[in-house]
């Protein structure tokens, strides 16, 4: 009898071997990783996708089976994180409550926003509210894992109480963590969008995809993250795969920008192609404008450009927002001491400004003296930027 309990503590009904073990972590842990960016972020939180009741279902257990996750619950965060981005009211910003905390406790900051039932109230609207979600799912969370942890003392004994742990720490650490983390504080970033998001790697297989979020930041709705050639989103193999089988419909992807050429004036498809676009059209400007008139600075001065640091050269594509008073100030005098940079970063702001607008006409209107301006401003990458604005336009859908 004894024998018998120690061959089931070591290894449980299954003695599985190590490449067993270890490929259940992987698959149950993949599981987990597809039931959040698949199911509960871009289906559930932003409408890009749309499963079939049984993969949707399959996806909604699963979260929480492996995480406690309520569906409303995590939805209603996520959407009040892109609402108030960066801002106090962010539940997660690294920019308010600093790297560390959300890096090592962004599981701490989840719960604290999910026990503000005014979040739920305000930013869960839609989600599932069907008999289970009531009385099961959103009425004992906390059940999900300890059935989890059960099941996998039964398959494989204590094994299976290190692989729960391990599930219980990688996957928060790697979802509330690493992404609202980092993801908001190191990386590289295809878009100017308005806040701090970056992309981890241009390769999303660690996360499903979520490593790509300065792409999601740009285009929250759009169901697939990469955004360039050479970046993978495994998320979006994923959905095309169960698109194929009639399991998926696909609701949003982000729109394509296109060029026209020689149009003498902006048009109305050039306001819609800057208002869908804005953040695009912010990054173009930064490196085809702000980053050559700096190169430009740097070669007239005979120097290089140690004498601005890099954390402020990066901040002249945001107008220097995220800098504290001190560095801003100092950004401010660098800039002002030049006059070819003042104008750029001048004609920056005015075009930012008008994108912020909500009149179409009078933001047509606004955007023609731009160009106008732009054009007589007798600075070459200036005139060449709005020769080229004015063919922005909204690619169609294939």
């Not at 305000?122 to 289970?132: C, S």
């Not at 720490?169 to 908001?184: C, S, T």
């Amino acid at each position: 009898m004894f024998d018998l309990i120690v061959d089931f503590l070591a290894g449980g009904v299954t003695q599985a071997s190590w490449p067993v073990l270890v490929l259940y972590f992987l698959v149950a842990s993949q599981f987990t990783i597809f039931s959040v960016t698949l199911y509960l972020h871009r289906s559930q939180a932003h409408r890009g996708v749309d499963f079939h009741p049984v993969v949707a279902h399959f996806f909604r257990f699963w979260s929480w089976f492996s995480t406690a996750m309520v569906t409303r619950e995590w939805v209603a965060i996520h959407r009040k994180h892109h609402a108030k981005c960066e801002t106090a009211e962010d539940p997660h910003s690294p920019q308010f409550f600093g790297i560390k905390k959300v890096l090592l406790d962004g599981v701490d900051l989840y719960r604290v926003a999910k026990r503000d039932a005014s979040i739920t109230e305000q930013y869960g609207k839609g989600t599932p509210d069907d008999w289970l979600e009531r009385n099961v799912y959103g009425r004992f969370p906390s059940l999900g894992p300890t059935l989890m942890l059960f099941l996998g003392f039964a398959l494989f004994g204590l094994w299976g109480v290190v692989i729960w742990a391990g599930q219980m720490i990688w996957i928060p650490f790697m979802a509330a963590g690493v992404v609202n983390g980092l993801g908001h504080w190191w990386g590289y970033r295809n878009v100017e969008s308005n806040d701090t998001s970056t992309n981890l790697t241009p390769w999303g297989l660690i996360i499903g995809g979520e490593e790509l979020h300065n792409n999601h930041h740009a285009f929250p709705s759009s169901a697939k993250f990469s955004l360039r050639s050479f970046e993978f989103d495994i998320g979006w193999m994923m959905i095309r795969i169960f698109e194929t089988i009639g399991m998926a419909k696909v609701l949003r992807v982000a729109p394509a920008l296109e060029m026209r050429t020689d149009l003498a004036n902006p048009d109305g498809d050039t306001v819609k192609a800057l208002l869908t676009h804005k953040f695009q059209v912010m990054t173009d400007y930064f490196r085809g404008v702000i980053a050559p008139t700096l190169r430009a600075e740097a070669a007239h001065a005979g120097a290089n450009l140690k004498e601005l640091p890099r954390r402020l050269r990066n901040a002249l594509s945001s107008g220097g927002r995220w800098l504290d008073h001190e560095a801003r100030e100092t950004l401010g005098h660098w800039v002002s001491q030049r006059p070819t940079m003042a104008t750029v970063m001048d004609y920056r702001r005015r075009l930012h400004e008008l994108m912020e607008g909500r009149n179409g006409e009078a933001m047509l209107e606004a955007l023609k003296q731009w160009c106008r301006e732009a054009e007589a401003s007798g600075i070459r990458v200036l005139q060449e930027f709005a020769e080229r604005i004015k063919g922005y336009r909204v690619a169609h859908a294939h």
